[in-house]
């Protein structure tokens, strides 16, 4: 359940702006479970579990964080995502750039600003 609230969190504070130029697939690994879903320009596209056509196997970039909680308060802005890496609460496997836009994607402050070209 938790899960599912993250993801229409994610869905409701999608910046497109800060996803500019960037169409991938981005993986939140949260403990056993995760959310795994396409970003571009236009908007997200959540993989639905149940459905017949998947994601790849493989996304381009995957996100792990300790519990939802840290995910939730990171992409929310309410937690510091450098203190988090370094306590080894949130970590990146990938472009680890696409940190800073993840963040700024759902309009966290978590992160520095950063430039959007």
């Known amino acids: 359940m938790a899960l599912r609230a993250l993801q229409t969190h994610l869905e409701d504070t999608f910046f497109p702006p800060a996803a500019m130029g960037l169409d991938a697939v981005l993986r939140l690994q949260i403990g056993d479970e995760q959310l795994l879903f396409a970003v571009s320009p236009s908007g997200l596209s959540f993989d639905d579990p149940d459905g017949e ?25 309410r937690a510091d995502a450098f203190e988090a890496f370094m306590q080894g609460r949130f970590r990146a496997d990938g472009y680890l750039m696409w940190a800073f836009s993840l963040m700024a994607m759902f309009q ?5 600003e950063t430039p959007i070209e």
């Open 53 to 77: 056509e998947g994601f790849p196997a493989n996304p381009d970039a995957t996100f792990f964080f300790e519990d939802v909680d840290t995910a939730w308060a990171l992409l929310s802005g």
């Open 108 to 112: 966290s402050d978590s992160l520095p």
